[in-house]
């Protein structure tokens, strides 16, 4: 096991439950739920979420649409790039779980990975008479990225990983956020989505979502951990001592992301 400070640049060690060589592509193996999640995957808390992640990884049966859901800080958006990663590395260990470490992995973690794209409050359109929607304080996912999202996404991939299928990936963040008509928009491609495509919906009130939507996505959902898991995960992996990590992880109500966003920034 690797000391907790070195855990990302590490060498993930195979985990017992999905053996065989490195980086080879075979039939179906047998994924089940361990007590932790694998050490590639660096999401805390979210066993089961992973474990059904790896599997769906590992038969070869992704789904075109999976919406993550769970309150702010849980661990969506993180959880969702591990999976964009995991299809991305160029030597998942086991053929699912990310290095982080290589230049893919790197890639998707800084945003700049080919075929992934983030779609969220003020990104880009294809809209040329718009002004940058960065800067327009919109508060709304608008229509036109939606139209962008439909139009890349029935394009052929760019990019051909290594060891899983080329796909053109988005990660909706969050889809609480998609104006209404945007919403409308997007149906049609979640409906009939194009065979390499792959949408990721991030939610934190999936009732919120159409229900049209909602029943075309594999859904997973992300809970808060425990306190005293929480609290362990923070001492763990940032060194915190006891006390810090227990009153981080009572302040988040058991969210890690949001304790280590505390830990960053107090004055949130
Ligand atoms: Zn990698
Ligand atoms: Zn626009």
Known sequence: MPAPGRRRRARPAPPRDARGPHGARRGPRRVTASTSAPAGWGVHGQTLAVAQLRADLAADRLAHAYLLTGPEGVGKATLARRLVQAIHCEAPADGVDPCLACAACRRVEDG??????????????????????????STR?????????????????????????????????????LQTEAGHALLKTIEEPPASSLLILLATDPDELLPTIRSRCREIALRPMPHADCAGALTESLGLADAEASRLAALARGRYGLAVRLHEDPSL
């Open 112 to 137: 700049g990975a080919p075929d992934f794209e983030v779609v969220a409050i003020g990104g880009p359109c294809d809209e040329e008479s718009h002004r940058d929607h960065a800067a327009d304080n």
């Open 141 to 177: 996912i608008r229509i036109c990225q939606a139209r962008r999202l439909t139009r890349l996404s029935s394009l052929a991939p760019f990019h051909a990983p290594p060891h899983h299928a080329p796909r053109r990936i988005f990660v909706i963040d969050t889809a609480d956020e």
